[in-house]
């Protein structure tokens, strides 16, 4: 019971340390040996540690394809998730009566989504690469395949603790836990980002997870 109440004061202070981790690292990386290395002259903080990282993966696009490919899973299980959380509306004919696990990750998923539209139009950093045949590089900063994959697949274990047992919850988390790594892996060997960028996704995503943890833990507080 004890370790239960510690709970969301460990995960309100992760939360908040990979939050201000995240802010510190977009400031130092506008301020920090900012350097035109990029594509069609464009700009990138630790230019150093980005160049030699660009320069030492090369640009592979088999990984690149297969994170690409993959990032389509995380989408399936946004939408199983969803299915689930309308089943339940539609079932128990109340919004408020669904589990609320699956309506703390829909807004979990919301964020995600309001943050990846905001970063497309605040750009931080562009692609160390010329994508699509397009003459000016996308933007790159975070990269948002690394959070989607770790906000996604990272929330699936709560999924997966709570409603599957035995076999099934191993294979599942097996499952969300290779889908992760392989994601970001692919991501980051692809040469389709900035050493930074891939950093950047798991501090964001690190963070959000943390929140999740946190509203969960309230929301247990509340059932009880």
Not at 30 to 49: C, E, W
Not at 89 to 94: E, Y
Not at 123 to 132: E, G, H, Q, S, Y
């Amino acid at each position: 019971m004890e370790n239960k109440n510690k709970q969301p004061l460990l995960a309100v202070c992760l939360a908040s340390v990979f939050t201000l981790l995240f802010v510190l690292l977009i400031v130092l990386l506008r301020t920090v040996d900012v350097a035109a290395i990029g594509p069609a002259g464009t700009s990138v903080g630790f230019s150093h540690l980005n160049g030699s990282f660009r320069d030492w993966i090369g640009y592979h696009d088999e990984f690149y394809q297969v994170a690409q490919w993959l990032g389509y899973l995380a989408f399936a299980v946004v939408a199983g998730f969803a299915f689930m959380g309308l089943w339940q509306w539609i079932r128990r004919k109340s919004l408020w009566k669904v589990d609320r696990l699956l309506l703390a990750v829909g807004v979990l998923y919301l964020i995600v989504g309001a943050l990846y539209l905001f970063f497309e139009l605040v750009v931080i950093n562009c692609r160390p690469i010329l994508t699509d045949g397009k003459p000016f590089p996308e933007a790159s900063f975070p990269s948002t395949h690394t959070m989607l994959a770790c906000t996604v697949f990272g929330s699936a274990f709560w999924f997966v603790a709570r409603y599957l047992h035995g076999v099934w919850k191993v294979l599942a988390a097996i499952a969300c836990a290779g889908l992760l790594v392989s994601i970001v892996a692919g991501r980051t060997f692809s040469g389709a980002h900035w050493l930074t960028d891939i950093l950047g996704g798991l501090l964001l995503s690190a963070a959000l997870l943390c929140w999740f943890w946190f509203a969960n833990c309230k929301l247990k507080i509340k059932e009880n």
